[in-house]
């Protein structure tokens, strides 16, 4: 079994003292050892970071952005390896882990604009002689913490940006499948990055704390679950830090009477079950407004809950891998039982399933529940797998109520053909990302992501214009050439026109 190796100053190292282990979820086994760094390793990847910065934040943001259209390239041309390697210690689908690259290589393509993006605010003449203007500066050595879901696009998110803004980053990718963010991580080095401006240390709560409590590291950005995303807000934060901490979801979608229906139920299979609703923006609650829209919903769904396609991530034409791990296939079990006993009817049960050749897969099969009320755990709670809870409401305003009093407000999305209706809920619902008949609302990259309540902390989302922001300080300067023949005199009132 393999070793995968941190990546710090440019080398391809490995501490081995404590080590996990890595799965291929599709076959059960455990299929590489990846090191949990330590506070020296962390040290060494931050000590590399400040030395490459002084050069790197000197560099023109034109010579920047002329690595990331070679990085993007790499991207392209590496395309079915790094999908394989995904998909391998991951389960989702190829085409899914390809599909999560395009929208990772779309980061890069807006971290391109550097030159663009990075430009000013200027005003002449402000005063007499006084021109004054708005510099947007890097903020130095930044960290990154992903979670195992993404592992491609969410480091996407962050270090393209964090790097062309000419910050020097070091990123802490989940521990369950590092490869493929690993070999991406290679590829940008080969694309001509300065050793140094990009590590990649492995690890687990050791290595984030020694991130978040080194004075060197001036922001972390972090994608997760709430539960840490609020523990690295609250601690990054108490040290001074900039924190962006994005966390869970329990993403709602509303049908109304006047949907189309066939298209809904087509939307809904994707982003429910897609990916094993391993995805923070996986639909996981159907609202419906009428009991006739639920009945007509439960049983359009449940033949094609029945029908998915699901074996090992790497083999082609499937709908769904297994889960992440064992662990996370239990829990999700878990929570059937859990709604069962709650008393919400258990309309596709996916427990038990067996993919022939990969007995030992942490395979699960579509799950649909119905008659789900809010006070039970299957709605209140993240299951983050492929289980459907459909909700039964009576109106539009019960729908939205039911949304903005959940304690999560990542994504949302309506399902309808009254654009009245679909005004007032894009105007009123307390969701960061809404879609109107678009089930998976996630923004492209030069808009940015994030969503509201707990799932996210911080002022900024992601990536896009507020990742610019996120990764840069302004700095604001007024400055004045006086005309040589004239003597100003002292002004000690405050400076005005
Ligand atoms: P996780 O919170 O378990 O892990 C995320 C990262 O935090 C990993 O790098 C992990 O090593 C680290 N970590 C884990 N425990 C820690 C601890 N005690 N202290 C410090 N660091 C710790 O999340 P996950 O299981 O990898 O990912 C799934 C979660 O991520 C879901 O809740 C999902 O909704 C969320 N997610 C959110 C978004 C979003 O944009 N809002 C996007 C993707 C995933």
Redesign the pocket.
Known sequence: MSLIPHLINGELLSDSARTADVFNPSTGQAIHKVPLADRATIQQAIDAASAAYPAWRKTPAAKRAQVMFRFKQLLEQNESRIAQLISEEHGKTLEDAAGELKRGIENVEFACAAPEILKGEYSRNVGPNIDAWSDFQPLGVVAG??????PAM?PLWMYPLAIVCGNCFIL????RDPSSTLLIAQLLLEAGLPKGVLSVVHG??AA?DALIEAPQVKALSF????P?AE??YAEGTRRGKRVQA????KNHAVLMPDADLDNAVSALMGAAYGSCGER?MAISVAVCVGDQVADALVSKLVPQIKALKIGAGTSCGLDMGPLVTGQHRDKVSGYIEDGVAAGASLIVDGRGLSVAGNEEGFFLGGCLFDRVTPEMRIYKE?I?GPVLCVVRVNSLEEAMQLINDHEYG?GTCIFTRDGEAARLFCDEIEVGMVGVNVPLPVPVAYHS?G?WKR?LFGDLHAYGPDGVRFYTRRKAITQRWPQRASHEASQFAFPSL
């Open positions: 913490i992903t979670p195992f879901n993404f969410v802490k990718p989940s521990e687990d709560k984030v994608v997760g679950s709430t840490i523990y690295i994005l966390g869970g979801a923070c993240e983050f990542n992501f969503g799932s």
